[in-house]
């Protein structure tokens, strides 16, 4: 079974530019997260999709940021335009259903640098 | 006052010894507690989850949580090279959002 799964893996794009994160989660799996850690910080959650709703996006630095759930298959995160400050790694998890202790399920990031 | 708490280490123990790390967490209504592995440059992988006061041994690794005093580690026994990582605490208030320490690095030398 596949895993999760991040496109692309690497990005470095100039201050203002426009990127767009894709995250596939592994198939059948409702719920999405996103993550972001930036250097030398801790992950931190920027939101949760159950299916394509959001059902969580307390952690979403600001409105540069722009996350989407079509179809509630795979997600998107776009940032326009884009800081140096959001540099960093972008995670995203999948996990199966609706209980809260299940295990979240991470891709291998994408590495962001905004120079 | 962070919100999840670890010492970013490095600790260093050798091969075979028991590795005990640590975390605190700032949130009284805390109910969902986890240690994930994550190597150098790699995603995080969920090893254990814990969820009530006491220990939870799951082969080499024991999970011990202590709510009174907002602490929860884990134990690494007969420590290997193979363990080396970064060990991230992660704790859920409740819903689906983790908060995440910044991790303590671990070197298991042989």
């Known amino acids: 079974e596949a895993g999760v799964t991040q496109f692309p893996s690497h990005s470095v794009i100039e201050k203002g530019q426009t990127v767009t994160l894709r995250c596939d989660p592994i198939?059948?799996?409702?719920?999405l997260y996103w993550y972001r850690r930036v250097m030398g910080k801790e992950i931190k959650f920027l939101l949760h999709?159950?299916?394509?709703?959001?059902?969580?996006e307390s952690g979403m630095p600001n409105n540069r940021f722009l996350a989407e759930r079509t179809g509630g298959t795979y997600s998107t995160l776009k940032v326009q335009p884009a800081e140096l400050e959001d540099s960093g790694v972008y995670f995203c998890?999948?996990?199966?259903?609706?209980?809260?202790?299940?295990?979240?399920?991470f891709g291998p990031g994408t590495r962001l640098l905004v120079l | 006052q962070k919100e999840v708490e670890q010492n970013s280490g490095p600790l260093s123990v050798p091969e075979g010894a028991i590795a005990s790390l640590n975390c605190t967490y700032s949130?009284?209504?805390?109910?969902?507690f986890f240690w994930y592995r994550q190597y150098s440059g790699k995603s995080p992988e969920l090893i254990m989850s814990?969820?009530?006061?006491g220990d939870k041994e799951d082969g080499r690794f024991t999970a011990q949580l202590n709510k009174a005093s907002q602490y929860v580690s884990l134990l690494i026994r007969d420590s290997q090279p193979s363990d080396s990582a970064t060990y991230l605490c992660?704790?859920?208030?409740?819903?689906?959002?983790?908060?995440f320490g910044a991790g303590t690095r671990l070197f298991v030398k042989a």
């Open positions: 998890a999948s996990s199966q259903g609706v209980a809260r202790q299940e295990t979240q399920y």
């Open positions: 198939s059948g799996h409702d719920n």
């Open positions: 999709f159950v299916k394509e709703s959001k059902q969580d």
């Open positions: 949130d009284r209504g805390s109910q969902s």
């Open positions: 814990i969820y009530s006061n």
């Open positions: 992660a704790v859920s208030a409740g819903g689906f959002k983790t908060i």
